[in-house]
């Protein structure tokens, strides 16, 4: 049992160690030496433009969604009028970026890893290596830099279509006026929300990005290999997602309390 | 020159190189003979650097390659090149941006600076001329057979003239004609770049053809090296079998 604990322990941080030298890899390569910008603009398409229509899909309904159980649940007890700021902040700080980086990760994640997975497995990978080239900095820094770019105006995307989502059902199914659904909205939706957001996109896209572009450059076993790597791409990246979601709310939100403790002090 | 000093490489549980020790003289073609699955794939990889040895030195032209970073690595290994067993064209390329990709990405070795379109055209044109591919330009790899996508992963490489060549089984899974055509082809690359090349082989037929010298590898190692006649003189229970099951040919210089 020891041993078996001890095997998938340093299994593990083998893992993490091959992944933590891709990301500073790609870091370098996309600082030191960008890549072509050929490159990172089929990158941007795929992964932002093509993403639109599933991303405003999935924020439109969430926002219906949203503003439908809101108003059924809080409507009863005279509270109908928070709908807006319910869907709104919910939209901001956790909806939108969650939503939107699930999306991506099983659209353009697990196509990423079978791309360079199956790239592996037919030595294409080794191929770019024979002539010199660092696969890291020709096929991952173009996703990542589009990654981190992309997946927060993706997120902002699905935030504005969640919005709308709500608005058209509490306005024209539960007839609240407009100005109850967007008026309690710039009392309590704060600018801590909306970087609440801008940071949960951001991290989740370089996790999504690196651990799709891992799992594909670690692939072996033929075309069976690619399946796993793929299915193991976006299980890890959503799970990575859930966690860093949980770490990213506390963390931000007791940061957020001690300068609002400090800045009371110093009044 | 290439120096190989004692190479071990150890996958899992498995010694796959032992000690390897080996030197290939420069302008020669050195094919490596043994069975499937003994390591000669694993040898290459670790000359171009692909691979790094657990233990043991790679020196090309006086580089110790195996003492180098990942990036420095990338430098040295920039005037060789590599023919892969399944070719490895990049599927998502035509044959002529697979052919260009090693000039577009490197620029002129000289000055530094990108070739002109028209110079990177015209050198395709005549890397794909000299395998017998003129036309194919626009085609996938996916729309060619497996003899003209070894052809053009062989086009692929001579287009910028390395000095080292290396074949991972360059023959293996053609029929006999279009064998015998990538063999000429070898030969006929060697005489045009004057380069040293490594040939990984189970075919005999095929390295009496092309070979200068020949090397056995077994178990790990090199078990013997010498020039073709000598080889084929030895006593060894695999030098032995493969003569046996020799098909005559003569070494014949390609028109």
Known sequence: MLVLVRKHSVR??????????????????????????????????NLGVMSLGVVAITGFTTGFVLAAQSFY????????????????????????????????????????????????????????????????????AP????????????????????????????????????????????????????????????????????????????????????????????????????????????????????????????? | MIRIKNLWKRYGSIDVLKGLTLEVNRGEILVILGRSGVGKSVLLRHIIGIEKPDQGSIEI?????????????????????????????????NIEENTSFYLKQHGDPVTGKPFPPEDIEQKVKEALAMVGLEGTEHKMPSDLSGGMRKRAGLARLIVYRPSILLYDEP??????????????????????LKGTSIVVTHDINSALFIADRLALHRDGQIVHVADIETFMKIDDPIINFLRENLSNRPRKEPH
């Open chain 1, 143 to 267: 996703r990542f830099i589009a990654g981190i770019f992309m997946i927060p105006l993706l997120t902002l995307f699905s935030i504005i279509m969640g919005i709308f989502g709500g608005y058209l059902i509490a306005v024209y199914l539960f007839h609240l006026s407009p100005a109850t659904y967007f008026d309690p909205m710039q009392v309590h939706i704060t600018l801590f929300d909306v970087a609440t957001g801008c940071i949960k996109s951001f991290i989740f896209g370089v996790l999504l990005v690196t651990v799709c572009c891992y799992k594909g450059m670690k692939t072996s076993g033929g075309a069976a290999g690619v399946g796993k790597s793929t299915t193991q791409s976006v299980v890890t990246s959503y799970v990575l997602i859930l966690v860093a979601d949980f770490l990213l709310t506390m963390a931000l939100n007791m940061i957020h309390q001690e300068m609002k403790y400090d800045w009371m002090k110093g009044v």
């Open chain 2, 171 to 192: 023959t293996t899974g053609l029929d006999p004609i279009t064998a015998q055509q990538i063999n000429e082809l070898i030969v006929k690359t060697q005489n045009e």
């Open chain 1, 12 to 45: 593990l941080l083998a893992m993490v160690g091959e992944y933590v030298s891709l990301v500073v890899d790609v870091l370098c390569a996309a600082l030191v030496k960008p890549p072509a910008w050929h490159l990172i603009r089929e990158q941007l398409y």
């Open chain 2, 61 to 93: 032209n006086g580089t110790v390659i195996t003492a180098l970073k990942k990036n420095q690595i990338y430098a040295a290994v920039k005037n060789m090149g590599m023919l892969f067993q399944g070719s490895a064209l990049f599927d998502s390329m």
């Open chain 1, 73 to 140: 649940q809080l409507g009863e007890k005279g509270l109908a009028g928070v709908t807006g700021v319910l869907v709104g902040k919910s939209m901001i700080t956790e909806l939108g970026p969650i939503l939107t980086a699930f999306m991506v990760t099983g659209r353009v994640g697990s196509s990423m890893c079978a791309e360079l997975g199956s790239m592996k497995v037919t030595e294409q990978i080794d191929a770019l290596k024979s002539m010199a080239i660092n696969p890291n900095a020709y096929l991952v």
